[in-house]
């Protein structure tokens, strides 16, 4: 049996345990419909829904619908799109067609035919009304959802596989996006020398790239991708992906100018680096997220107290909270199907909670580190004027320091990780070094 094979048998299984959890017989899952502006014709950038893209790699074909019940095939019902408008769909992979039934229909009422005989039935994604109103079913039950976002965090070889595919996609455009910096380069020229390397269009990719040069590495989401080259470029902060069969890989690396000129922001990005590979190295079977984002801290703690951004111990900068300061989002998070999985913070399938600590409430996974576990690791140091302006112990921060280096922004480096019985694998350095 090949991967893909047995990934499908490893859906069906969780998925069977989850119709158990909600009391409910079958599913259907809906990959989504195209959404329309309000007063317009031309609609938004499909995306397919995560429950449905996680069974195949059929994610361009809205209108789709996959009826799972424990005891047959599973059964794809695909819209029949032959105008002259829109180009046709890429055809559906051999190995999706060995895996499953094929249904094609040309209007809903035809989806809902075939359904009528179908009982106690629990829909899974965004609602149709069209259809939903036509069927009796469960829409979205929470215990299934819990079950199955439980398990989201444990990956198929198949998954692994498209994650480390999608990290060789996501490579050469890292590489390109760097030497667009040391060139020169705008935000938008770096951007789409991105696009270019990694053969990917915009609606390709799996969230939208941040590309920031200086002071805009200070802001976590940065998508401005702005026009104008600035006039120095003294850094670059890139979080950029690739995801190849529905499964994304999150990347983040922070480069610094040759003629930036200033020695210590180099030095702080060098620690950052050291630091994330500690803590990859350090990650164990049994061990806690949360634990591993509290030694960040630690870390953290070390960097900015050694470097003097601050001028109180270590334990007084992990007590006062300013480490926060410098470092304010969670280590890490759950990837996959989607950048950012759901279930990072459900201590079991039954929907109990493991909720993030009230110091640290970014953190978006807290749960205990398993076999099969893929994730991220992506600790930071950032200069960001409202937190520093907030901290109430002022005289902790070394504010001249600080100034100097509020125009190079932050710095972030981030590796996808997948935990086995026999330790880490580095699913990111595995490609890029």
Request: hydrophobic share 40%; net charge negative; charged share 20%.
């Amino acid at each position: 049996m090949d991967l893909f094979a047995n990934h499908v048998v490893a859906k069906a299984r969780v998925y069977g345990e989850a119709l158990i959890a909600a009391s409910c017989d079958s599913l259907l899952i809906s990959a989504g419909d195209l959404i329309y502006p309000f007063s317009d014709d031309l609609d938004y950038v499909f995306r397919c829904s995560s429950y449905f893209a996680e069974w195949l790699p059929v994610q361009d074909l809205p209108g789709s619908y996959l009826l799972f019940s424990p005891d047959r095939r599973p059964q794809l019902f695909l819209p029949i799109i032959d105008d002259y408008w829109d180009s046709p769909p890429a055809p559906v992979p051999e190995e999706v067609r060995a895996e499953f039934d094929f249904a094609w229909y040309r209007d809903l009422s035809e989806v809902s035919a075939a359904l009528q005989n179908v009982t106690n039935l629990a829909w899974l994604g965004p609602v149709n009304s069209a259809l939903n109103g036509a069927l009796r079913v469960s829409e979205n039950p929470t215990a299934l959802l819990d079950h199955v976002n439980y398990h989201r965090a444990f990956k198929t070889t198949y998954e692994i596989r498209c994650i480390e595919e999608a990290t060789r996609f996501a490579h050469p455009g890292h590489q390109a996006a760097e030497h667009a910096f040391h060139d020169g380069g705008s935000e938008l020229d770096i951007h789409l020398a991105y696009l270019q390397a990694a053969s990917l269009a915009d609606e390709e990719l799996p969230y939208r790239s941040i590309i920031a040069l200086n002071e805009h590495g200070s802001t976590l989401h940065h998508m401005v991708r702005a026009k104008e080259t600035p006039s120095n470029h003294l850094s670059f902060l890139i979080d950029a992906g690739a995801q190849f069969g529905g499964y994304a890989c999150d990347i983040s690396r922070t480069y610094v100018s040759q003629d930036a000129g200033h020695e210590l922001f180099t030095e702080l990005r060098d620690a950052v680096q050291k630091a994330q590979r500690d803590l990859i190295g350090s990650i164990r079977v049994g061990s806690n997220f949360g634990d591993l984002h509290v030694e960040a801290h630690r870390k953290i703690a070390g960097i900015i107290t050694d470097h003097e951004l601050v001028t109180c111990s270590l334990d007084e900068a992990l007590s006062s909270g300013v480490t926060s300061v410098f470092f304010p989002h969670g280590l890490g998070h759950l990837l996959g199907v989607q950048v950012h999985e759901p279930g990072g913070h459900l201590a079991a399938s039954d929907g109990t909670v493991s909720p993030p600590p009230e110091n640290h409430p970014t953190l978006r996974l807290t749960r205990d580190l398993e076999p099969g576990m893929v994730f991220t690791i992506e600790p930071g140091i950032y200069f960001i004027d409202s937190l520093l302006e907030a901290f109430p112990t002022q005289a902790y921060l070394n504010k001249r320091l600080i100034d100097e280096l509020k125009p190079y922004g932050g710095i972030r480096i981030e590796d996808n990780i997948l935990l086995g019985t026999s330790g880490v694998r580095n699913l990111t350095a595995r490609v890029f070094g």
